[in-house]
């Protein structure tokens, strides 16, 4: 079972080059440790129609110099993270004013990840102390959301923060799985992290990380990239790259459906 298994790793990592040997990956490296980790995935771009309802991508792994006995006692952790492109956030705050609920406050956030999905070996409280965990943004409360300007009261910062990863997280952007890694041989681990139905397209990154009794050893990123397709990828495109034009086609297209409504339904 374990050649088995080796061997499949080995196909994944060989026969899509792409994933495992890309210019842009990102390595960070702990110096005090010897053990290294290794990721692969079967493609490095995904494409989504209309009627995509979300699914979930296998990432497989397999940490290199591992220690026999620390294998056999758990004391490896690997955290894998499917982050989407960053983009300024602005929430708002809507207060009720002379009956009528408006926008009243509202903050905007330097670049977060537009999606975020986490699975881990054990909830992340388990693998590191909070300090290390923040300070390399593992874990949906760890990701940073530093406003652009002054807010003023510190508990209304606090409060809008919270307010951004509720939003998050209830639309599926944010998700994390505590026992979506595991491993299934001795060094080998296998993660599965959700893509949700409305993931934002771009360039996302994989990122694993590796922890040896608690400590941070490895870190890993190789690109992902999701794109529209079909009329999909037509329309978005027409209405990023385009955007006049975009705007004058749906213009016209409006004026066309009124004009036929008014045939169609006009009285003799």
Do not use: C
């Not at 406050?105 to 693998?127: K, Q, V």
């Amino acid at each position: 079972m374990r050649t088995f298994v080796s061997t499949i790793f080995a196909f994944l990592l060989s026969g899509f080059p792409v994933t495992a040997q890309l210019a842009d990956h990102t390595v960070t490296i702990n110096d005090k440790f010897s053990e290294r980790i290794n990721i692969g995935i079967s493609t490095n771009e995904i494409a989504i129609t209309s009627d995509f309802s979300g699914a979930d991508i296998t990432v497989f792994g397999a940490i290199d110099g591992a220690d026999e006995l620390l294998l056999a006692t758990f004391a490896y952790d690997v955290v894998v993270a499917l982050e989407g492109p960053r983009k300024p956030t602005t929430v708002r705050r809507k207060e009720r004013v002379a009956g009528i609920w408006m926008n009243r406050h509202s903050i905007r956030f330097e670049p977060i990840p537009a999606s975020y999905s986490m699975s881990s070996t054990r909830p992340l409280a388990d693998i590191a102390n909070l300090m290390e965990l923040a300070s390399r943004d593992i874990g949906i409360n760890n990701i940073r959301l530093v406003p652009t300007g002054a807010v003023g009261d510190g508990s209304r910062l606090t409060d809008f923060r919270d307010a951004l990863r509720r939003i998050k997280q209830a639309s599926g952007l944010y998700q994390r799985a505590p026992t979506g890694v595991q491993f299934i041989s001795k060094a080998l681990f296998r993660a599965t992290v959700r893509l949700p139905a409305n993931i934002p397209v771009g360039h996302h990154k994989v990122r694993a990380v590796l922890f040896k009794n608690d400590q941070f050893v490895m870190e890993k990123i190789i690109p992902l990239r999701v794109v529209k397709t079909g009329a999909e990828q037509f329309i978005y495109n027409l209405a990023h790259v385009y955007p006049l034009v975009y705007g004058i086609l749906a213009v016209l297209l409006a004026t066309l459906t009124g004009w036929l409504g008014s045939v169609i339904f006009r009285r003799d």
